[in-house]
């Protein structure tokens, strides 16, 4: 047999999964039948974990189920939502204008925070006011259930998610609320994962999923020697078993990976390893195969075979691999210089090469992550910087104005590049709307960011940048690491002759502390009355005696409390700042309740709920009139 090298050397069918494939089919059948459930698929980088899920979209299409499916990638860890937009962009892509438009319970306002583009789609979708970041990510949660769970025309669903080992802390947080969900509804959740490379918070989600019972997990091996000669004989075509010696050879040298078995394949193909009829050429190939036990990585492989690629075409993959793993055509065309002839001549040498895939019109994708990493991985420092720099001067060039949809590539591509001046902005914005979705992982990596940029420009610690880091670590319970960043706002501040950051950092401080030494945290709120006092600022003022009055009120201390509250209501008053009026009247209903005089606390809550009722503050205005029925009732 004569073996062409424009052959596409890639395995046409699934091997050595079928127990796997099965399972599939048996999941998809039970939501067929209305019970949904969660499916792990977890192996390590090549084992052909991509494949399998492609083998159950294929036959879930088949069965009439709705699909919905997005990828993690590696900068994601750092980007809220990222799997989940990815998700919403690939499934609103799909969508004409009219289903958009006709089905407003599904693509909520909510979502147009994660996909800034839906507004422009979508005439009147424009993001409700923020709340409060738990608020806001409760909200997004229950938008992006109506989404999954909604599909027009859809009784079934299958989402799933690949390379969670490179998703967001937030994102796996929805995924263990899906999977929840899953049980109730004909949801099947398919979640892809390295098994190598598993992150401490992918770590915890599969141990909640565990401990619930709610996944079950496939965990794909490794090929046998059997695998690997079934897969060889697939791969080129041949009727009868290739030659035990090579076979031998082959699963030695790639250990049964697949994709490191395919790899291998192009690099014997493109050395002009397969010639010949076909007894020869499996000799042939065995000379070849033993040149290639030396380099065994993936990353040889795949350079062995840019060798017959055309250096034009090697330099836009090289651009593709800085992009990422999938790749937008006009933002190529932008870095590369070329006209659209000629970029796409060298990308479908690319596609013919079997290095990159069509996703879209608009996007293509290295066939592998892997492929990508090996092509990244020869660049020197200086020249990936480089890269990055222009990547971020064309996506700002295309997106004049507009840039919130492309800000996570921007921040990405700007601190990669070394670019400060604008990755501290970038980063820093990421940073914030992370913390407002209450992603604090993500805004803790932004954060990080923002400060190293703003230290290689040579500026001096930037109180608010420390304080919405230390905010974060608070959130996730990182008590030493929210001190020293909370204590680095006060350094910084005091330096800077800030009064105002350092009365705030010696609130964060004690609030910090009310939950490790009750003691302390009083010692942090007199000294910001103290500093309150010293400014002369009425409004802080008044805060900082709610403080401390909130202090004494929880050391059991009504009296204290009471008289520390009344000192702010009449500064507040004097002030006319009703939110402050009425917080400090909600505040001393509590406290004058406490120390036994109910009318007084029945009257205090009574004017705080004209006041929030006043006000619009529903939250508010619901919290007191709960207590006052509390009191009502039990009077």
């Given amino acids: 047999m004569m073996f062409s090298t424009d052959k596409p050397v890639v395995c046409p069918i699934v091997i050595g999964r079928d127990a796997e494939i099965a399972s599939l089919e048996q999941a998809l059948e039970l939501t067929l039948d209305g019970r949904g459930q969660t499916v792990l698929i977890a192996g390590e980088a090549g084992i052909g974990k991509s494949r399998l899920i492609a083998a159950a979209c294929a036959r879930a299409d088949e069965l009439g189920v709705q699909r919905l499916q997005g990828q993690c990638f590696e900068p994601d860890a ?23 438009a006709s089905n407003q319970d599904i693509v909520a306002p909510e979502l147009g925070r994660l996909v800034p583009e839906l507004a422009t789609s979508r005439p009147g979708l424009a993001p409700p006011p923020p709340l409060e970041p738990e608020q806001e990510k409760r909200r997004l949660f229950r938008a992006l259930d109506r989404f999954i769970l909604g599909q027009p025309g859809a009784r079934q669903v299958l989402v799933v998610v690949e390379d969670l080992h490179w998703s967001d802390d937030t994102s796996l947080e929805f995924l263990l609320s899906l999977a929840r969900h899953a049980t109730t509804h004909p949801l099947l959740l398919a979640l892809s994962y390295r098994s190598d490379e598993m992150s401490p918070s992918l770590r915890h989600f599969l141990a909640e999923l565990d401990r619930e019972r709610l996944a079950r997990e496939l965990v794909l091996k490794r090929l046998t020697r059997g695998g690997v000669s079934a897969m060889l004989q697939a791969t080129l075509g041949l009727e009868r078993p290739v030659r035990a010696e090579f076979v031998d050879g082959l699963h030695a040298l790639t250990e049964g990976n697949p994709f490191f078995v395919e790899e291998t394949l192009k690099s014997l193909a493109v050395t002009g390893a397969f010639s010949g009829d ?19 990585s993936v990353q040889d492989a795949v350079l062995r075979r840019l060798v017959r690629i055309s250096a034009p075409a ?3 993959l090289t651009l593709a691999a800085i992009a990422g793993l999938r790749f937008d055509f006009s933002l190529l065309q932008a870095i590369a210089g ?8 060298h990308i479908k040498e690319l596609v013919a090469a079997q290095l990159v895939v069509e996703e879209s019109a608009e996007r293509f994708a290295f066939r592998h992550a892997l492929t990508r990493q090996a092509i990244a991985a020869q660049l020197l420092l200086r020249e990936r910087q480089a890269l990055h720099r222009a990547i971020v001067e064309a996506i700002e060039r295309l997106h004049t104005g507009s840039d919130e949809a492309r800000l996570p590539d921007l921040a990405y591509h700007a601190f990669e590049a070394g670019l400060w ?33 703003a230290r290689q420009l040579g500026l001096p610690a930037d109180p608010a940048l420390h304080r919405a880091r230390g905010q974060a670590y608070e959130v996730r319970g990182e008590f030493e690491r929210a001190r020293d960043d909370y ?12 009064s105002g950051a350092e009365w705030q950092g010696l609130l964060d401080l004690g609030f910090l502390w009310l939950a490790r030494d009750y003691e302390r945290a009083g010692e942090y709120f007199r000294q910001a009355l103290d500093l309150a006092r010293h400014m002369d600022d009425q409004q802080r003022l008044a805060q900082s ?17 009471q008289d520390f509250h009344q000192r702010a209501l009449a500064v507040f008053r004097e002030l006319d700042d009703q939110p402050g009026i009425a917080a400090t009247l909600d505040l001393l209903g509590v406290v004058t309740f406490f120390a036994g005089d109910r009318r007084r606390a029945v009257a205090a809550f009574e004017e705080a709920a004209a ?19 509390h009191l009502r009732c039990s009077s």
């Fill in 78 to 100: 750092a980007f809220p939502y990222a799997p989940l937009i990815d998700l919403l962009r690939t499934r609103v892509a799909d969508l004409p204008l009219e289903a958009l």
């Fill in 278 to 296: 076909e007894g020869h050429e499996d000799i042939e190939a065995r000379q070849h195969l033993d040149q290639l036990r030396a380099p065994r």
């Fill in 314 to 316: 090697q330099r836009v």
């Fill in 338 to 345: 070329q006209d659209e002839a000629e970029l796409l001549a």
């Fill in 421 to 453: 001046e604008k990755a501290l902005p970038y980063t820093r914005r990421m940073g914030e709307q992370a913390l407002a979705m209450n992603a604090p992982q993500a805004a803790i990596e932004q954060f990080t960011r923002a400060i190293a940029a």
């Fill in 487 to 498: 204590a680095r706002v006060l350094e910084a501040s005091r330096a800077a002759g800030d």
């Fill in 545 to 561: 005696l709610n403080r401390l009055g909130n202090w004494y009120a929880n050391m059991d201390q009504p009296r204290q409390a």
């Fill in 611 to 629: 006041y929030y009722r006043k006000l619009g503050d529903r939250r508010g205005l619901v919290s007191v009139l709960a207590t006052l029925g």
